[in-house]
């Protein structure tokens, strides 16, 4: 398992380079300050959990009030997903975390699970040649909004990039737009699909 890790991780590092927000490097006013600004790291992540939480009952889990740390993973079956929720299962089991893969077949049953609400992460890309398909998922009330989330301040600079045609404003707007889907940890960027 650890050398098909090593292997699986290799390709997506040489084929798909790490992603570092919510857009590819290759889409127009991709903000590329934010490259490293969320860099891997193990033992920090390690000393921030161990702040809150422990593993009391030595079971190789960090404990929350219900049992285990855990997350849920939507996994639907098309490109790469599977390989690298594998990987991501195997990278919080390092840190205490206990992930469960659930597996969809279809688009319609990802939409399924999906409305049960019972999940953490959903894997999902997008293509785009324009930034603005992000308001679909950040916006209040986006049509992929999964999450709820709701920023009035993040609603208007989507409206603003919307109605500018002015490059340099645009470029600015979706800056903001990225630092603050990033701060407020909607995403969880894995790699830049190519």
């Known amino acids: 398992a650890a050398n098909r890790d090593a292997i699986s991780a290799a390709v997506f590092q ?21 490259q490293g600004q969320y860099a891997h790291n193990l033992p920090q992540a390690q000393a921030l959990l161990a702040n809150t939480f422990a593993d009391a009952d030595n079971d190789g889990y960090l404990d929350a009030e219900d ?16 390989d690298v929720a ?3 299962q195997d990278q ?8 469960e893969l659930v597996s969809v077949a279809t688009r319609s049953a ?11 992460l959903v894997p999902w890309y997008e293509f785009g040649a324009d930034p ?12 992929l909004n999964w999450t709820g989330y709701s920023n ?16 340099n404003v645009r470029a600015a707007l ?13 995403i969880l960027p894995i790699r830049d699909y190519v």
Request: glycine fraction near 8%; aromatic fraction near 14%.
């Open 86 to 88: 594998q990987l991501l």
């Open 152 to 167: 009035s301040a993040l609603d208007g600079l989507f409206v603003q990039a919307a109605s500018t045609n002015d490059p």
């Open 92 to 99: 919080w089991r390092q840190l205490g975390i206990r992930v």
């Open 14 to 34: 040489r084929f798909s380079p790490v992603a570092w927000g919510p857009l590819s490097a290759a889409t127009p006013f991709y903000y590329a300050q934010l």
């Open 132 to 143: 603005a398909f992000l308001a679909q998922y950040f916006s209040t009330g986006g049509t």
């Open 174 to 186: 979706y800056a903001q737009i990225q630092q603050a889907i990033m701060q407020e940890a909607l």
């Open 67 to 82: 049992g285990d740390l855990s997350l849920r993973i939507i996994v639907p079956p098309w490109g790469l997903i599977p």
């Open 110 to 120: 990802l939409f399924t699970e999906v409305g049960t609400g019972a999940y953490n």
